[in-house]
């Protein structure tokens, strides 16, 4: 590069005149970058700005709260949704369903033995058309248990009782 175009080059960048630029150079055997530093040192040439960058949360104003919503954040996580309690409940019934059979019994005789999702999908299917089936087949000495892994004492001794009211029914129906 010839010395015009060094000039031209340094005036430029500086945004100094050809004589300022000329003389630089000679003050600096035809460097460019050591122009530069001689016109920034005179005052010539505003130097660049110095631009830093941190991560630290505290120095950064946009990012002075994440500390706080992170820890929002995690003790949100630890209360319990309700979409999560509507999942752990529906898991919940879904294994007593499956785990757990109807048995309709009339005497010793097992007439029926059906896993309990299948009763409740065909109650809600025909509910009417179940309630008086079951409520007729009391009447002829049906019996109804749910058997298997749940806890179905409460429930069963409900039906026990269904079935002796209707057989109290029976009785003063005979008698009248």
Same mark, same amino acid.
């Given at each position: 590069? %010839? &010395? $015009? &175009?060094? =000039? &031209?080059k340094l005036r430029e960048r500086?945004? =100094?005149?050809y004589e300022e630029a000329k003389e630089a150079l000679e003050k600096s055997n035809g460097d460019l970058l050591d122009a530069i530093v001689y016109l920034e040192k005179q005052g010539k040439v505003n130097a660049p700005n110095q631009t830093s960058y941190s991560t630290d949360a505290d120095n950064q104003p946009? #990012?002075?709260d994440v500390p706080a919503i992170v820890k929002e954040g995690e003790e949100r996580s630890n209360e319990e949704s309700v979409g999560r309690k509507i999942g @752990?409940? $529906?898991?919940?019934a879904g294994k007593y369903l499956s785990d757990n059979h109807l048995k309709v019994t009339r005497g010793e005789k097992t007439i029926l033995n059906i896993p309990l999702w299948v009763a409740v999908i065909a109650l809600l299917a025909a509910w009417w058309l179940l309630f008086i089936l079951i409520i007729v087949s009391l009447f002829f %000495? #049906? @019996?109804y248990t749910i058997e298997g892994t749940g806890n179905n004492d409460e429930v069963n001794r409900v039906m026990e009782k269904a079935s002796e009211f209707t057989g109290q029914v029976k009785d003063e129906f005979k008698n009248s």
């Open positions: 590069m %010839d &010395e $015009l &175009e060094k =000039v &031209e500086a945004n =100094v005149s946009k #990012y002075a @752990r409940m $529906l898991k919940k %000495d #049906y @019996r």
